[in-house]
């Protein structure tokens, strides 16, 4: 059985750092892209960060760029985002999401999803 488990969500003061993870296990998604997308209350679920399988290029959501940073580590299984600056808009509910297609560099078609980790951040 395929799982994402994401960790490290909680609540944080603005301009406070926060790093989330996600634990594949089931299988091993280190030639598939993987990621993070977002769901704030009221909002539809937004795309945050992707990782290419090979770890050598990523994209940003607009609202995120230059204040996350994205990696895999492939030996643990798990992506991480690094979240700083953090502001009270970044309040969501944040899903990590693996490709659907082999040797992906975006996250273009999701196949696998966590089941999220609430992030807060107090103003």
């Known amino acids: 059985q395929v799982q994402l488990v994401e960790s490290g969500g909680g609540l944080v003061q603005a301009g406070d750092n926060m790093r989330l993870s996600c634990a594949a296990s089931?299988?091993?998604?280190?030639?598939?892209?993987m990621g993070w997308f977002r769901q704030a209350p009221g909002k539809e679920r937004e795309f945050v960060s992707s990782?290419?399988?090979?770890?050598?290029?990523?994209e940003y959501g607009d609202s995120v760029k230059g204040r996350f940073t994205i990696s895999r580590d492939d030996a643990k299984n798990t992506v991480y985002l690094q979240m700083n600056s953090l502001k009270a808009e970044d309040t969501a509910i944040y899903y990590c999401?693996?490709?659907?297609?082999?040797?992906?560099?975006?996250?273009?078609?999701?196949?696998?999803w966590g089941q999220g980790t609430q992030v807060t951040v107090s103003s």
């Open positions: 990782i290419s399988w090979s770890g050598a290029s990523t």
């Open positions: 089931g299988r091993t998604f280190s030639r598939y892209a």
């Open positions: 999401a693996a490709s659907a297609n082999y040797k992906s560099d975006s996250l273009r078609s999701v196949h696998y």
